[in-house]
């Protein structure tokens, strides 16, 4: 009814919609397309997985069971793995990104920080082959001593390998390997620590280390943690270092040092795909969609304990 | 409580600029000692050498003494972390805990030097420091609450708090009211009235008017031009600083003729 007093005519030239919008219309396009096609990449992700693992899920193998009792052994030994290397790797990780935040002389802090950041940039294949030719041989003496010397403590416990591809060094292997985001991480966060507050504390007599206990760690608690589960994510879904380095099988250990070790999913999927029949190829798949979820568990979880703490700093 | 500070021939650089030169005063204890003067003249670069804090900036560097009663906090082997335990500080900007409790704020030099406390000791301490900044009947109610949650007014008396937890001799203020609204500023003042019953109180300030409201004695600080070092032009009683100076400069500051 009022199309008459918005007629065309009406509106100054200079004001209407048009007026050289092409380049705004066509970049809001690609921006919403990019964000569109992540979404349906996701979808059609799930949707493989799902379809490709229904068989197995429904059917059980005779030789394994059923899917759960096929995977539960390959479940333990990633979450086992991915466990030890965050114990290993946040300490350490934490212990470098202080030093380079604020204990490091400037002349050294960017160096350092620089060869943290490389250490990302080393493909997991070769830290699987140094694993495989390098880390394994030397730990084997430090092997035999734990097991003789704590063997009484059980994760210590059993023979020896003799080759040193335990639990013990795939996890440290692992650890170098999620050491950099880790670390580059929690060293942005405590970089943000407010001056104001160290200075505050500093004020009232505090050591540096104090003064790091009384407000770094707990202003870089929530990216403590967050850096952590990203640090775990990528443990979790770590394939080639893990199956190059760990001479795993179908089994639930927490032994650390023996020849027999549970294998992880992701390093099952990769060892086994190559000789699989139909069936076995649908319960690698399977197993794949139980990694999934557990990593989409991981980083929601992750999400949810540094949303909270970081709202209410804001 | 509340020693005595002197200063004696204070030249202070950034690496190889002079931020200040010569500077030498008595601070009395039990009083309030204002510096003054336009931006950039050295005053907070002094107060912060008064206890140490200055040399956290990189490059910083002190030559000359400053005497606590006797003693010269730069002397070699003095530990700056024992100075700024018996020098306390109150910055420009509130900055309360944010992770810890009315309580823990006011508590958290306490917990740098002594672990083990009884409770009981503990809880004298808060409420006692918690009167001495004016900010017990407002906060008494809730001392578990986040001490970011007051206002800018009652953060800034919470840091006060926080200071005189620990006893030091000497408090030193750099523009404590600069960022708070003119109420909360008042309180700030009425408050630095009675702390100099206890405590050798020095503040550095903008504000001409806070200056002689609270202070006994005051020093005017200026350069003569960017690039030369801040010198104390002239040290005297406030009431002699602002109604008959000795120096020309200080008279055509505190009339409002530059700054």
Redesign the interface.
């Known amino acids: 009814m009022s199309d008459d007093i918005r007629s065309i005519e009406t509106v100054d030239e200079s004001l209407m919609a048009d007026h050289g919008n092409v380049g705004d219309a066509a970049f809001r396009g690609i921006s919403t397309g990019s964000g569109g096609i992540i979404m349906v990449i996701l979808a059609a992700v799930a949707v493989f997985l799902i379809a490709q693992a229904a068989p197995a899920i429904t059917t059980g193998d005779p030789r394994y069971g059923n899917l759960w009792g096929y995977v539960a052994p390959y479940l333990f030994g990633t979450i086992w793995i991915s466990f030890l290397a965050l114990l290993i790797a946040v300490p350490v990780s934490v212990g470098i990104a202080l030093y380079i935040s604020h204990y490091a002389p ?1 002349k050294l802090a960017t160096p350092v920080a620089f060869v943290v950041d490389l250490l990302a940039a080393v493909p997991s294949i070769v830290f699987g082959l140094w694993g495989i030719t390098t880390l394994a041989p030397m730990l084997v003496p430090a092997h035999q001593w734990l097991t003789e010397y704590l063997g009484f403590i059980p994760l210590f416990s059993g023979t020896a390998s003799g080759t040193g591809r335990t639990m013990l060094t795939a996890s440290l292997v692992l650890a170098i390997m999620v050491l950099p985001i880790i670390t580059s991480l929690t060293r942005e966060v405590f970089l943000r620590t ?1 001056k ?2 160290e ?9 540096k280390w ?1 003064m790091i206990r ?2 770094v760690l ?2 870089g608690r929530s990216g403590i943690v967050a850096a952590s589960m990203l640090g775990l994510g990528r443990a979790l879904g770590e394939t080639m270092a893990v199956a190059m380095v760990l001479s795993g099988g179908r089994m639930i250990s927490p032994r650390l040092l023996t020849s027999e070790n549970p294998n992880t999913i992701a390093a099952n999927i990769a060892l086994g795909f190559a000789e699989a029949d139909s069936g076995g190829v649908h319960r690698l798949i399977a197993t794949g969609l139980v990694l999934f979820a557990i990593t989409i568990v991981v980083n929601m979880a992750g999400r949810l304990i540094t949303g909270g703490p970081r709202k209410e ?1 804001r | 409580m509340a020693k005595r500070m002197e200063l004696k021939n204070l030249n202070i650089f950034y690496g190889d600029f002079k931020a200040v030169e010569n500077v030498s005063m008595v601070i009395e204890p039990r009083s309030v000692t204002a510096f003054i003067g336009p931006s950039g003249c050295g005053k907070s670069t002094v107060l912060r050498s008064l206890d140490r804090m200055l040399e956290l900036t990189s490059g910083a560097r002190v030559e000359g003494q400053v005497l606590l009663d006797e003693q010269d906090i730069y002397a070699p082997r003095v530990d700056p972390v024992r100075v700024r335990q018996q020098i306390g500080m109150v910055f420009q900007q509130p900055n309360p805990f944010p992770t810890m409790s009315i309580r823990d704020n006011v508590l958290a030099g306490i917990q740098l030097n002594s672990r083990r406390m009884p409770k009981a000791r503990k809880d004298e301490i808060v409420e006692r420091s918690l009167k001495g900044a004016n900010l017990w009947n407002e906060v008494k109610d809730r001392l578990n609450a986040p001490g970011n949650g007051l206002s800018g007014g009652q953060q800034q008396r919470l840091c006060i708090a926080r200071a005189i937890a620990i006893q030091p001799e000497v408090l030193l203020m750099d523009e404590p009211c600069s960022a708070l609204d003119p109420v909360s500023t008042l309180a700030v003042e009425d408050l630095i009235h009675e702390l100099k019953e206890n405590y050798t109180v020095v503040i550095v300030t903008h504000n001409m008017q806070q200056a002689s409201r609270v202070s006994d004695k005051t020093g005017f600080f200026n350069i003569k031009g960017t690039g030369t070092p801040g010198r104390l032009i002239e040290f005297d009683a406030t009431e002699k600083i602002f109604t008959n100076p000795s120096e020309q400069d200080t008279e055509r500051y505190i009339t409002g003729q530059f700054g």
């Open positions: 400037k407010p104001l507050q200075e505050a504390s500093l004020a009232l007599g505090a050591t104090e009384q407000v707990p202003f700093s």
